[in-house]
């Protein structure tokens, strides 16, 4: 169900190299540092790569208060185009696959408000609205809107997934005149297994995420091994480091 029209589209991360190979899809970006563009176009994925000059990207400037890296935008008419054009127009094929299931499972705790606070300069809140089982984004006390449409952004599961977040030394975003650096890029380590949290139904699981493969998504078991369904429809990601402190959810 793609929207008619996304973005901002921004500059890709070193994640960004783990995602496409989870889905078995391509990936658009605005661009990159060259570092983790040449670390990206290296991999398995490198040949899926698309950027502002391919079919579909557009400029939206005609706000002279959006900064200049806020104005990529994309219709996805045009991005399948672009798809077709790179032979990238084809079924996914899944070594993995989520489970779901409308009944929630057992033993949840209430998770009617969850509170999710990046340092200093951000606060994520989703809300659960009972009437029709979905919970509502809001960041830094306003709602967070779909431009396409004017509502609310909202999601059937909300997954709080602990990852290791690592510097990687090879990469200086900010290099220093003496040859030393004062911010290298940070790698979020999206394989292996680790903790997570389910919010789906009004209700919180406490679970453990898989991504064996580098061509898995990911899967969550409870603590016999057991599969932990999803709600059926769309999932958001909030992907922290180990440190961060527990969110708040009531």
């Known amino acids: 169900?793609?929207?008619?029209?996304?973005?901002?589209?921004?500059?890709?991360r070193l994640i960004d190299k783990e995602l496409p190979a989870m889905y078995d899809a391509a990936i658009f970006m605005s661009g990159s540092h060259p570092l983790i563009l040449d670390a990206i176009a290296q991999s398995d994925i490198g040949d899926r790569i698309y950027r502002e000059t391919a079919t579909g990207f557009y400029r939206k400037e005609d706000d002279p208060n959006i900064p200049f890296e806020h104005t990529l935008?994309?219709?996805?008419?045009?991005?399948?185009?672009?798809?077709?054009?790179?032979?990238?127009?084809?079924?996914?094929?899944f070594t993995?696959?989520?489970?779901?299931?409308?009944t929630p499972p057992p033993d949840g705790e209430p998770a009617n408000?969850?509170?999710?606070?990046?340092?200093?300069?951000?606060?994520?809140?989703?809300?659960?609205?009972?009437e029709n089982g979905r919970y509502y984004r809001s960041v830094d006390d306003e709602i967070f809107i779909d431009g396409n449409n004017g509502e609310q952004v909202s999601a059937a599961n909300v997954i709080i997934l602990y990852a290791p977040h690592q510097?990687?030394?090879?990469?200086?975003?900010?290099?220093?005149?003496?040859g030393g650096c004062?911010?290298?890029?940070?790698?979020?380590?999206?394989?292996?297994?680790?903790?997570?949290?389910?919010?789906?139904?009004?209700?919180?699981?406490?679970?453990?995420?898989?991504?064996?493969?580098?061509?898995?998504?990911?899967?969550f078991i409870d603590n016999e091994g057991n599969p932990v369904p999803l709600q059926v429809g769309n999932t958001w990601f909030q992907i922290v480091p180990f440190y961060y402190d527990d969110p708040i959810i009531e």
Not at 1 to 9: S, T
Not at 96 to 102: G, P, Q
Not at 167 to 172: E, G, H, L, V, Y
Not at 192 to 219: E, H, P
């Open 96 to 102: 993995s696959t989520m489970a779901f299931d409308t």
């Open 1 to 12: 169900q793609p929207p008619p029209d996304f973005g901002p589209i921004r500059s890709a």
């Open 113 to 130: 408000y969850v509170e999710i606070n990046y340092s200093t300069w951000s606060k994520v809140v989703w809300e659960f609205n009972v």
């Open 167 to 178: 510097f990687d030394r090879s990469i200086c975003v900010y290099p220093r005149e003496d």
């Open 182 to 219: 004062d911010l290298h890029t940070t790698e979020i380590q999206i394989w292996g297994r680790g903790y997570a949290m389910i919010s789906r139904d009004g209700q919180k699981y406490d679970v453990t995420w898989l991504r064996q493969n580098r061509s898995d998504m990911f899967t």
């Open 73 to 93: 935008y994309a219709d996805t008419a045009g991005l399948w185009e672009a798809v077709e054009w790179g032979n990238d127009n084809r079924p996914p094929r």
